[in-house]
């Protein structure tokens, strides 16, 4: 049997990054969601497909569709491709679009290569956009972007390189055609340096045209616990359409506080260099799982906007989640209340959802499992 040993869930409570392991351990071949749809009031009316996912063992494969249920003008189709350790080979995406007279489809395709150790050497990143339009120009884009790794005798990622391509191509009337082509060669993207106790404490980006000059560069601390404490991120760059600019300036402080009941995160953004954006403290108990969470936002003159989080447990499950919601507008100030509700199954999977504002519905989700 297949060992997919690798690739963690960010969401223990969702099935939407499910690996290949999920499925064989939960004994399920596929998952779906359905959105129901409210009235005014607060009353189901019908449920639509909004995402299915399934797995096939004999291919290492997850396949399915997400579905937009809100506009209705798209969906997404992907295919993820395992080894059979359970490293991503292959993510393919397929998004198509209909509105009118017009359809657009986007194609992204990341291929990932891996050395005898199997550490990731290479990421080749394809993406393909198609606009067709009866009255306008049809549009067609080409974007390749490869990221290649390289590690010391600790089999630590040590040095990035990174080669961009882009292609674009117009189709006017009478069969002429506009192309442009944008090409940056293979360069040094970044450097990570480490400490004798191996722990990460300098991530280097540097700028494409000059290897002189650093784009930003993200520095860690550590306690005398060998824990970390402090992370600074200061960076000079922005990406637009694929184009690396330095019109941008932004910073960011996280700094992590361990007490006997578990540990305190928090993160700051500096935007403009002193002035603060955004604010954002998580309380995490023993178990690792997060509490209370604290954030604001600062808008400059035009207000602030104030979120907490509660999250309460039961059997190690998250069965509730409650936000408070402050908002200053010009000198009005709007709260809010949302709750989120969640159900299991006999086998513990997620069965159900609920989301209220001001204690009154205002949508509901359900997950089936085959």
Known sequence: ???????????????????????????????????????????????????????????????????????????????????????????????????????????????????????????????????????????????????????????????KYWTNSVTETTYLKRNKTKTIDYFVPKCLFAKWKYDSLSNLTEQIYFTLDSLSLIRGIITYFYDDQNRLIQQNDSTKWNIVGGYYTTDFFCSRTYTYEYTDTGRIETHIEYYQKDTIRSKSTSYYNNDNKIVKMCSIVYFGGFGNSCIEYFYFYENDKLTK??????????????????????????????????????????????????
């Open 321 to 370: 989640t409650i936000a408070s919601i402050i908002s200053e507008n010009s000198g009005e100030i709007i709260h809010n209340v949302r709750e989120t509700l969640y159900y299991y199954n006999e086998k513990g999977l997620l069965r159900e959802m609920q989301g209220l504002m001001n204690d009154k519905l205002t949508w509901h989700r359900r997950y089936y499992y085959e």
């Open 1 to 159: 049997m297949v060992n997919f040993a690798f690739g963690q869930k960010d969401n223990p409570y969702d099935f939407y990054d499910w690996v290949g392991k999920d499925f064989i351990e939960n004994e399920i071949n596929s998952t779906s969601t359905y959105i129901y749809k409210l009235d005014d009031n607060g009353n189901i009316k019908d449920s639509v497909l909004f995402y299915i996912k399934q797995f096939d063992i004999s291919e290492n494969k997850i396949f399915g569709t997400k579905y937009n249920t809100v506009f209705e003008i798209f969906h997404t189709n992907f295919e993820i491709y395992y080894n059979d350790i359970g490293q991503i080979i292959k993510d393919k995406r397929i998004r198509i679009s209909v509105e009118d007279a017009d359809t657009s489809t986007s194609c992204d395709e990341i291929d990932y290569e891996y050395d005898s150790l199997n550490r990731e050497i290479k990421k080749t990143d394809k993406s393909t956009y198609i606009n067709y339009c009866k009255k306008r120009k049809t549009h067609y884009s080409q974007h390749i972007i490869i990221d290649e790794y390289v590690y010391n005798s600790n089999n630590q990622k040590i040095e």
